[in-house]
């Protein structure tokens, strides 16, 4: 391309960015605007409780089954210690979140100039927003503020280098103690960022720094499990029930050898439910290709934002699951991509129409996807429409439940009485939490008592809850009747849990598809 050609096309060009990230901005304060109001729902209810429960002085991991890394409980803790456990108060945190991270994408993207760094924070922000209450703060999503700092600091001055690597090192280092593999950037943000030395030896002396500041979350973390006393139930559930948790589907099916391999390559390459958001990372990674950064710091920056993208596209497979959530790493550094289109045209030797590709086909993933529901459009509805709606009748009749629930539970909990969920993610637990309610046994969900039922340590798990529900049962316990279980040999069933309960309880009120039983006076107190 000519430089006459670049400079004709570059007349027009602020103007059409300035009107893209303009609606984009706009798009995204209203968003973040509504937010407030969102309540908590799935996940993220059962992670606070468990934070709740700590707080009340159980002890995790040994008195409360925790099958989260520590780091995602300290946060939870953190905010309940905070601004307490309200759902206004949680959309408050996720919001300061989410401009925290879209500032330190400003900083990483700065050598790219204004209109990316604005862009890139954009973008992810209107792909956070988009997943609504369901991925609010979610696990993979907190630990994207760390990897978005250390990332914009290894673009940094280059000055300094020791101090730099040791702080990378403690952010990857916070991620890891939320999700351990969520680490796997952190060689090419040593190898890629903007340093002073170059070569391997260079190399080699960054990533001792960094492995001293990685290692000092995760002393504190784990340091924090042993003065509780936890260590040992720690230890215990990381290396006999998670193996047993990985082997599970996104659908909770038991999968190994051959076909856990071809379900992991099948997900990692399809996408799952994010390949839109493909059309727009792919011409954003051509435009890296065919840029013409003036700085050194400028071209490590598309160098490292390219490569991330790339490692953090199999981040899912790594825990074999593929829910939306599980895809956000990879989705923030993608926006990093797209946003390469609103590069300088002096820069580029690409034309105008590829630059601005990536923008507008990005905008249009966002409202084309299946979890947009556009008011007032014709009928007949797309099946998009009619997915949208059933997920939108689904957390309806889901904060519906919670509410029933949590009244009933605190108009007649007592002091000294106990509650038991038999519930995952349908609304159970969350009912207890806006109830202050306070957990009888080890145990806040019933999803491990299903899956490997002939497994030494899952045996251990339903022994263990029978135990103490009939030693001192609970006065009520909380059960979801259409919650999802796991599908494997043997699962389904847990005979003795039904007797004892049919034995003991009588319903005290029932709902759609839930029932709080209540314990019977005079009801033997065994099994």
């Known amino acids: 391309m000519s430089p006459e050609t670049v400079k004709a096309e570059g007349r027009g060009v602020p103007i059409a960015f300035a009107a893209i990230l303009l609606g984009c901005t706009c798009l995204l304060a209203r968003a973040m605007w509504i937010s407030v109001q969102w309540p908590?729902?799935?996940?993220?209810?059962?992670?606070?409780?468990?934070?709740?429960?700590?707080?009340?002085?159980?002890?995790?991991y040994r008195d409360l089954f925790v099958t989260s890394f520590p780091g995602a409980i300290l946060a939870h803790l953190a905010i309940i210690r905070t601004v307490g456990a309200g759902d206004q108060a949680f959309m408050i945190v996720n919001l300061v979140w989410l401009l925290a991270v879209m500032f330190a994408t400003w900083r990483g993207l700065a050598p790219l100039g204004r209109r990316v760094a604005l862009a890139g924070g954009v973008?992810?922000?209107?792909?956070?927003?988009?997943?609504?209450?369901?991925?609010a703060l979610q696990r993979d999503a907190v630990l994207i503020l760390p990897i978005a700092c250390a990332t914009s600091l290894s673009l940094a001055d280059q000055r300094r280098t020791t101090w730099r690597a040791i702080v990378i090192g403690i952010c990857f280092g916070l991620a890891a103690t939320i999700k351990p593999h969520a680490a796997m950037g952190l060689p090419f943000v040593l190898w890629l960022g903007a340093y002073s030395e170059s070569g391997v030896s260079a190399f080699i002396r960054r990533t001792a720094f960094a492995a001293l500041g990685f290692a000092l979350p995760l002393g504190l973390a784990f340091g924090w499990i042993v003065s509780t006393g936890g260590w040992d139930a720690f230890a215990a559930m990381v290396a006999e029930y998670l193996p047993l948790h990985l082997e599970l589907s996104g659908h909770?099916?038991?999968?190994?050898?051959?076909?856990?391999l071809l379900h992991l390559l099948k997900r990692t390459l399809a996408f799952g439910p994010e390949s839109a958001w493909l059309i727009a990372t792919i011409p954003g990674a051509l435009i890296a290709i065919g840029t013409r950064a003036p700085t050194d710091r400028g071209r490590r920056a598309l160098r490292l934002f390219g490569v991330l993208a790339l490692v953090y596209a199999f981040y899912p497979a790594i825990a074999g699951q593929f829910w939306n959530y599980h895809w956000l790493t990879f989705e923030y550094f993608a926006a990093q991509l797209a946003a390469l289109c609103l590069l300088d045209p002096q820069r580029l030797r690409v034309n105008l129409a590829l630059r601005l590709a990536p923008a507008l086909l990005l905008i249009a993933a966002i409202f084309v996807s299946d979890a947009y529901d556009p008011p007032g459009l014709p009928e007949p509805p797309t099946p998009a429409m009619l997915a949208a709606k059933e997920r939108m009748s689904k957390r309806t009749a889901y904060h519906h439940r919670v509410a029933e629930i949590s009244q009933f539970l605190k108009s007649e909990l007592e002091p000294g009485d106990r509650v038991q969920p038999l519930d995952w993610v349908a609304g159970g637990v969350h009912a207890m939490l806006v109830a202050g309610a306070q957990i009888a046994t080890p145990f806040a969900s019933d999803y491990h008592f299903y899956h490997h039922v002939d497994h030494p340590f899952v045996i251990g798990l339903r022994d263990r809850f029978l135990s103490e529900m009939s030693a001192t049962p609970?006065?009520?316990?909380?059960e979801i009747h259409d919650i999802p279980r796991p599908k494997g040999e043997g699962s389904g069933e847990f005979r003795k849990l039904r007797r004892f309960i049919t034995k003991n309880y009588g319903a005290a009120k029932r709902g759609q598809n839930w029932t709080v039983w209540e314990f019977r006076a005079g009801a033997q107190r065994d099994n």
Request: cysteine-free; overall charge negative; glycine content about 10%.
């Open 40 to 60: 908590m729902e799935i996940d993220t209810p059962l992670l606070h409780y468990m934070a709740f429960a700590v707080d009340s002085g159980v002890v995790p």
């Open 474 to 478: 609970p006065r009520f316990i909380v």
């Open 252 to 260: 909770h099916e038991e999968l190994t050898g051959s076909a856990r």
């Open 123 to 135: 973008l992810f922000g209107l792909i956070y927003m988009h997943g609504g209450a369901y991925i």
